[in-house]
């Protein structure tokens, strides 16, 4: 009897957990208001990452001109390595820490100084502290020649010193595009000299950092006091075009300030000839550029 008991309870047992089974596996089906939140949750989640990526480590960049050919081509597309020199917190000027210092001879983009909406694409070719010479279409870093880029240019005759170019940086300096300097990039700290010269080497670095400067009777005024020195505040760089004789850089409109670095180039992931219209679509496939995609960008 005990038995029989034993194996009927075992049996009703069974039955209720497979019942209870049956039940479960009975869940209500999702509806569609509930699949359009996941997928809407899931697209949130991946826009907040794409442009966490973008704004962070990698963005997108188009080459627009001629100025560093033929290194980069007009129509060129390219990855900008953000993070290596630290990127900027949107909307502050507070910049995180980077893994690697900008070197000579980094390409790199960055806001343009006298614009900041647009984005400027030139070879480092000074850091700061760094003494700068061009004889004769020749530069000379520290008192040494530096190297010629693999694939730099010029395309126009060449400029003799003697012959001053007032659109040249600094305002009656006498220099020329093929003959330059010698000029120091103003490094963090630095304490120069306010002069006549000393002021229109360093008159738009000072309201830069935030200062007014002006001249009155032959006085020079900072923040409305007399100043004959000025200590820099932050580093400078000097950059320059590959294609040399058309490229407007640091010869043109001076010293680029730290805090307007982007990223360094990293790789070219599409090309195509940009004169030609998307309206034209068979020529415009034609004029992609093959070769060119994946290349390093050194």
């Known amino acids: 009897m005990k038995s029989v008991k034993k194996n009927s309870g075992l049996e009703s047992g069974s039955g209720c957990n497979i019942q209870k089974i049956k039940v479960l596996g009975k869940g ?34 188009r080459i627009p001109t001629s100025s560093m050919e033929k290194t980069l081509l007009a129509g060129d597309f390219l990855f900008v390595n953000k993070y290596i020199y630290g990127a900027k917190v949107p909307f502050t000027d507070i910049r995180l820490p980077g893994i690697d210092s900008v070197e000579r001879g980094d390409i790199v983009v960055f806001k343009f100084p006298k614009d900041r909406s647009l984005n400027y694409i030139k ?26 880029p693999e694939h730099a240019q010029f395309l126009a005759d060449l400029m003799p010193a003697g012959y001053p170019d007032q ?17 120091r990039v103003p490094r963090k700290g ?20 935030g200062h007014s400067i002006g001249v009155t009777d032959g006085t020079i005024l900072i923040d409305g006091q007399p100043a004959d020195t000025y200590t820099i505040e932050q580093n400078y760089y000097f950059v320059m075009g590959d294609n040399r004789d058309n490229s407007l850089d640091s010869r043109f409109w001076g010293f680029l300030p730290e805090r307007d ?15 030609i219209s998307l309206l034209n679509p068979v020529e415009k496939l034609n004029s992609i550029r093959w070769q060119r995609t994946g290349l390093m960008v050194h």
């Open 123 to 148: 070879r480092c070719v000074a850091i700061s502290g760094d003494v700068l010479e061009i004889k004769d279409r020749r530069l000379f870093i520290n008192g040494e020649e530096a190297i010629f």
């Open 167 to 183: 659109q040249v940086f600094p305002r009656f300096s006498g220099f020329n595009k093929d003959n330059y300097g010698p000029i």
């Open 190 to 209: 630095d304490v120069v000299t306010l002069n006549e010269k000393g002021y229109y080497l360093y008159a738009s670095l000072i309201a830069e950092e």
């Open 28 to 61: 209500k089906e999702k509806t569609g208001k509930q699949h359009s939140k996941e997928w809407f949750e899931a697209l949130l989640i991946a826009l907040v990452f794409a442009t966490l990526i973008r704004v962070f480590v990698v963005e997108s960049y």
């Open 261 to 275: 670095m982007v990223g360094e180039a990293l790789m070219v992931y599409w090309s195509w000839n940009p004169n």
